[in-house]
């Protein structure tokens, strides 16, 4: 039996990276997915690979901000109506803002990066853990960061931001087992998604792909991960055979995070 066969799980930023990569391993081990992203092409993108690995999958594709708290709301109250329930989210929408020190950070653009990756992933918990509890069972796997958990430097939004993920994911989860409902966060490090070679683009647009190998030149395993490694990953975490695995946050960053 598939692990999510009869399940309903919501994927935020679905429309590419870690949220589609997870979403097409979630469908091929079962789960009926409600598919939340910003960009409308890219959740169609999503669609056609789901389709091609699991052409049984059955999807709902919803556009939303998730820093708009009528839209969180929305596509949560969408996923019961055409599901009737919903079993697992992965709350993994989020940006990574521009770079730049402290001092020189534009307070515009700090508050856009709060607004999406802390705020978006408050409003998802407070509406799912509603009808999860509701129902006395459910799994949360929040997207955190490696810079949810040190500095990284230049990215004072981003940082901030993740590290409130942590402490809403830990606090939760306190809250929330009680319940039946486990909580748990991953700490991506570099994965070979978009939003990471935007990143290295912004450091060198000409010559991003030499600015990442010296990226993870310090990393112990010397390269990138993969999204599919981090959607092995949340699936684990989202199944009902991690159910006793709570509040903690799981750094998948090749051990870079442990070195000295």
Do not use: C
Not at 2 to 10: L, M, Q, S, T
């Amino acid at each position: 039996m598939k692990r999510f066969e009869n399940k309903v799980v919501i994927v935020t930023g679905a429309g590419s990276g870690l949220g589609r990569s997870s979403a097409i391993r979630l469908a091929q081990e079962g789960a009926k997915l409600s598919l939340v992203d910003l960009n409308e092409s890219g959740l169609q993108e999503t669609v056609a690979e789901i389709k091609k690995a699991a052409p049984q999958a059955e999807t709902l594709t919803i556009t939303a901000n998730v820093a708009n708290e009528k839209e969180v709301k929305n596509y949560v109250d969408q996923t019961v109506q055409t599901f009737g329930t919903i079993d697992g989210f992965f709350n993994n929408a989020g940006i990574e803002g521009k770079q730049n020190l402290t001092e020189d950070f534009g307070i515009d653009e700090f508050q856009k990066v709060i607004s999406i990756n802390l705020n978006g992933v408050f409003y998802g918990m407070k509406y799912v853990l509603a009808v999860m509890k509701g129902k006395g069972k459910g799994a949360i796997v929040n997207t955190a960061s490696v810079g949810g958990i040190r500095g990284v430097g230049n990215q004072s939004g981003y940082a901030a931001s993740k590290h409130g993920v942590v402490g809403l994911t830990r606090n939760s989860a306190i809250e929330y087992g009680q319940f039946g409902i486990s909580i748990k966060a991953i700490a991506p490090g570099a994965i070979m998604t978009p939003m990471v070679e935007g990143s290295l683009k912004q450091i060198d647009p000409e010559n991003w792909e030499e600015v990442g190998k010296a990226f993870v030149e310090p990393n112990p395993m010397k390269r990138f991960g993969k999204p599919e490694e981090v959607a092995a990953l949340v699936a684990f975490l989202l199944a009902e055979e991690s159910g006793f695995i709570n509040g903690v946050v799981i750094p998948i960053d090749g051990g870079q995070s442990y070195k000295y």
